[in-house]
């Protein structure tokens, strides 16, 4: 049985209304898909997209998009989607670009997102999504860690980039920018190219796509996921989230981060259903309902804090008949979200687990509906072998009992699964061990099998579906003069799951105050990302640190904790919401 045949078999699982065959025939669908021979070699964008959607779908939608402030609208059959995509592809090989070379991505929600990923896919390009919100700082990192020899880029970055570029001593091959900018050249100019183009030879294990994403300690890690582990781990996500060939999908998420590649991308394409980009600036929850609702969008997902946005508002006001399916991922949603949300549409929305370094791996599948408990996240995809382990590696099989999430790898691989953190052994190593992945999250079950989600194992912070590592905070803030040390944790908020907090020892000379609160959250607006921003500083004159001088990081968590039972601050605390002078758009 060939990959392609896995595709079509998926395509038509997803179509069985009788829910519990559907259930029944999943299981049989990964019981022989995660053990069939993967073929030594495999081009997604030339095997399944081309050969298989866009002969038997060709004129059917693949992508629609809109510009939520502006209406303007642009969409995309099968055929037009490829015939897109092969001209950039070859335009960026006219530049010399070739296989086995990276291509960072900073460009918004728009079309030539999607046509530049197909593009990636079928040249045997490594794309490396990064998001907009980066500061010249964090660009310039991402280059020395991991050289780009193409880049594609909107127009408003262009000028970052470039300083980035020269900081950090590189020169890329080709600078493709959505706009017009001296010294870059024009994406238009893929219009003149031929809409075929030749599949690179790509073999299974050639990494395509390389994500950053944060860890506990250091700068962030780079997650390889090859020709196979993102196009054909994906149909866990796919399966799990119901997608049916014809659907009209929507994921509320913007391309940078991985959720993006899930939800936007591969779970909708993989399947023969289309997929949907709203351009926005700032989040107008009425403008994007209307969306939905305008474009009849079938299967709807977003993140919790977009949830308990939508459901504050006169749902009866929207059109929302057509959504069939509604999904969250990011952190755990609150039942009453769910509730009402579910008296409005008919639908529960349903949770579901993974990260950067796999597809979905934990959650409820369409056969879970009316059978849900509210705020669990399901159960293991048959796609990986999930078990929950104490501190030395030892399955537990009792319920209620905390654990760390593990993927057990002797009976076999999960295809969803990375291949290694790049250039980077030492990293891929501790994460690999035993012959199990440790995902740096733990969980419980409950006696009736329900899984359920407690946090980080580590010192990462999940804030507003976002993961943030202390490190890369911390190490901005030491770079003002006035900060001796800081330790930076998340803190419980009931809107964000987590807000990252900074606890900071002045240096000598220095006073707590007020001005200087502001003077730190100012600098960390020019070094950092929005989503990594400290939400409070807190001035101390001590951190708790082991004999061995490394900071407890859990022990200030666990007062954070407590502080908010109690709901007390410190007179030392500042919150960056207290200060007009931060202007709104960096919240």
């Known amino acids: 049985m060939s990959l392609v045949d896995f595709y079509k078999e998926a395509m038509e699982l997803n179509t069985i209304q009788d829910m519990g065959k559907r259930e029944t025939a999943a299981k049989?669908?990964?019981?022989?898909?995660?053990?069939?021979?993967?073929?030594?070699?495999?081009?997604?964008?030339?095997?399944?997209?081309?050969?298989?959607h866009v002969k038997e779908r060709g004129d059917q939608p693949a992508l629609i998009w809109t510009d939520l402030a502006t209406d303007a609208e642009r969409q995309f059959t099968y055929k037009e989607f490829a015939a897109n995509g092969n001209r950039f592809l070859n335009f960026v090989?006219?530049?010399?670009?070739?296989?086995?070379?990276?291509?960072?991505?900073?460009?918004p929600i728009v079309p030539e997102t999607w046509f530049a990923s197909f593009a990636g896919l079928k040249g045997g390009l490594v794309s490396v999504p990064t998001a907009m919100s980066m500061t010249e700082r964090e660009i310039q990192f991402r280059f020395e860690a991991y050289k780009p020899d193409v880049i594609i880029a909107d127009e408003s970055l262009a000028d970052l980039v470039d300083q980035a570029l020269a900081k950090a001593d590189c020169t890329p091959k080709a600078k493709i920018i959505?706009?017009?900018?001296?010294?870059?050249?024009?994406?238009?100019?893929?219009?003149?190219e031929a809409a075929d183009a030749e599949a690179a030879d790509v073999g299974k294990d050639d990494v395509l796509f390389c994500f950053f994403t944060s860890g506990t300690t250091g700068l962030p890690k780079r997650v390889g996921h090859s020709a196979v582990s993102y196009p054909v781990g994906h149909l866990s996500t796919a399966i799990v989230q119901g997608l049916e060939p014809g659907n009209i999908h929507h994921n509320l998420s913007a391309p940078g981060w991985a959720k993006w590649a899930w939800s936007s991308f591969f779970a909708p394409l993989n399947l023969g259903a289309t997929a949907t980009g709203f351009a926005f600036g700032a989040l107008d929850i009425k403008k994007y309902l209307s969306a939905v609702s305008k474009y009849k969008i079938n299967s709807f997902c977003a993140p919790p804090t977009a949830w308990r946005a939508f459901v504050g508002l006169d749902l009866s006001q929207y059109d929302l008949k057509a959504v069939k399916y509604s999904l969250s991922a990011g952190e755990p949603l609150n039942p009453e979200v769910i509730e009402k949300w579910k008296r409005a549409t008919q639908t529960e929305i349903r949770d579901f687990y993974g990260q950067t370094e796999s597809t979905t791996m934990i959650g409820n599948p369409p056969w879970m509906e009316g059978k849900m408990r509210f705020g669990s996240f399901g159960y293991p995809s048959p796609m990986y072998d999930a078990i929950l382990t104490d501190d030395d590696g030892k399955e537990i099989t009792e319920p209620n009992e905390t654990g760390h999430i593990t993927i057990r790898l002797n009976n076999w691989r999960a295809i969803g699964l990375f291949q290694e953190y790049i250039d980077d052994p030492e990293k891929t190593k501790n994460a690999f061990q035993n012959n199990m992945y440790f995902t740096g999250d733990k969980a419980f079950f409950d006696a009736d099998g329900y899984w359920w989600f407690v946090g980080r194992s580590d010192d990462v912070i999940k804030s507003s579906d976002f993961r943030v590592g202390p490190f890369e905070v911390e190490s901005a803030l030491v770079e003002h003069p006035a900060v001796m040390e800081s330790a930076v944790v998340g803190t419980p908020d009931p809107k964000r799951y987590q807000l990252v907090k900074a606890y900071v020892i002045l240096a000598e000379g220095y006073e707590p105050s007020r001005d200087l609160a502001l003077e730190l959250f100012q600098h960390t607006i020019q070094a950092l990302a929005k989503f990594k921003i400290p939400r409070i500083i807190e001035f101390v004159e001590e951190l708790p640190k082991t004999i061995s001088g490394k900071i407890r990081r859990v022990e200030l968590r666990?007062?954070?904790?407590?502080?908010?039972?109690d709901a007390?601050?410190?007179?030392?605390?500042?919150?960056?919401?207290?200060?007009?002078?931060?202007?709104?758009?960096?919240?």
């Open 28 to 52: 049989d669908f990964f019981q022989r898909l995660n053990t069939a021979d993967m073929p030594a070699k495999f081009n997604w964008a030339a095997e399944v997209f081309e050969e298989l």
């Open 93 to 107: 090989r006219k530049n010399n670009v070739q296989k086995g070379d990276n291509m960072y991505m900073l460009t």
């Open 178 to 192: 959505l706009g017009q900018k001296p010294g870059w050249l024009s994406y238009s100019e893929i219009d003149a």
């Open 558 to 565: 666990e007062s954070e904790e407590k502080k908010g039972k």
């Open 568 to 587: 007390g601050a410190s007179s030392n605390e500042y919150f960056y919401h207290q200060f007009p002078e931060l202007s709104s758009k960096n919240k």
